[in-house]
């Protein structure tokens, strides 16, 4: 099969809010939490750190060192990403070194472990686990991106509130919490167990970070632990606001240079995506999908393949960055393990790119409509098919910027980047 349509190259006209002065704005907002009441010199405060591609977040760690080193407290960083890293201390730690948070660059100690206390129980007799280092400290500050679950809807989903359990309960809280999820509900699970975290666990602070769909710093907020829930959920809403998404929402064939836990918890953004597997999600906003192609893995996900089962075709060099283990381990503890499944490969994208057109239905190749995005982090600028051509040239908020033109294929039948 050779009869490919033809391409051309849209950029999307967002929504921009965004930070210009990360540090200050982060400075900005702790000082309005006057935590000098709250503390004393000589205290140490552990602050956590995820695995996510969070943008700017070596300054905005680094910001909340260098403030509470002004008030003459010990901060030390905590890696919270429950079974991330293969579920190793020493993964833990590459992951944060592959965001410069290393103890040079940020200027205090970075300790890892796999090592939790068990808190107490919730009322529903689940076991409140809660890293080791950050037990022990005096105080706690809590920074993390708030946005959309991949799997989960509610007024609380990815945020401050669901590291204080899955990513401070590290893999042993991390199993429990999303065992607990599948009998029980997502937003219960959360308030419970973080309900418990912050009156046991010396919660000092939130910071909460929420991006604009340009991977760009949009919105900080500090919070003190009083305030968190009620923040959190503004800022979701903000968040869902501000979300990547496609284009356009049917698409036959969707071609994905790259996924990753930097990208996505599952490796791919469901919500950009559109393979969510709740029910929750109104018809007429869904994004229809027939067929996903991954053509490869990011670096800075170490070989965690976890969402790899979202895609219908994958090609062999992705698999070959897999690290199974590692993936296996975070999907079986996400409660997730079809997300570890292995898609259909081949060598070469012609190949892969012939079987997804030919299961489309009754479409023919030239008439399908494909999209192909770097990651679903970066959807500003996407190729498309001709087949919406038309509908592009009336739409104010894309920007034509490469007209249409054939796809090219180097000597190995793979797809010559998009540049």
Known sequence: MSDYPKIFRVRQKKERPQVDDVAGEVERHLASLDLAKKVKPGQSVAITAGSRGIANIHTIIKTVVDHLKRLGLEPFIVPAMGSHGGGTAEGQRRILEG??????????????????????DTPEGIPVHFDRYAYE?????????IKPHTKFVGEIES??????????????????????????????????????????????????????????????????????????KELLVLAKRWLPRLPFKRVDVLIVDEMGKNISGSGMDTNVVGRKVDNTVPEDERVHVKRIIVRGLTEETHGNACGIGYADFVTSRALQQMDVEATVINCLTGGAPFAAKIPISYDSD????????????????????????????????????VAY???AQGRDDLEVILEPRDLQFDADDNLISRG
């Not at 965001?99 to 107490?120: F, K, N, Q, S």
């Not at 005096?138 to 991106?145: E, T």
């Not at 494909?370 to 982090?377: F, K, M, V």
Request: hydrophobic fraction near 45%.
């Open 350 to 385: 012609r190949k892969l790119l012939d079987l997804a057109l030919g299961s489309v239905g009754l479409t023919e190749p030239p008439d399908a409509r494909i999209s192909w995005i770097r990651n679903t982090l970066e959807v500003t600028e996407v190729e498309c098919s």
């Open 99 to 120: 965001y410069d948070i290393t103890e040079e660059l940020i200027g205090c100690p970075i300790r890892a472990t796999m090592e939790t206390v068990i808190v107490c």
């Open 137 to 145: 400290a005096d105080h706690v500050v809590v920074c993390g991106r």
């Open 159 to 232: 945020g401050m509130m669901k590291m204080m359990l899955i990513g401070l309960g590290k893999h042993a809280g991390a199993k429990i919490y999303h065992r607990a999820i599948l009998d029980l509900s997502f937003e219960k699970i959360v308030r419970s167990v973080a309900g418990q975290v912050m009156s046991r666990c010396n919660i000092l602070a939130g910071l909460g970070i929420v991006e604009n769909a340009y991977d760009e710093t949009a919105e900080i907020a500090a919070v003190a632990p009083e305030d968190l829930i009620e923040r959190e």
């Open 389 to 391: 051509w038309d509908e």
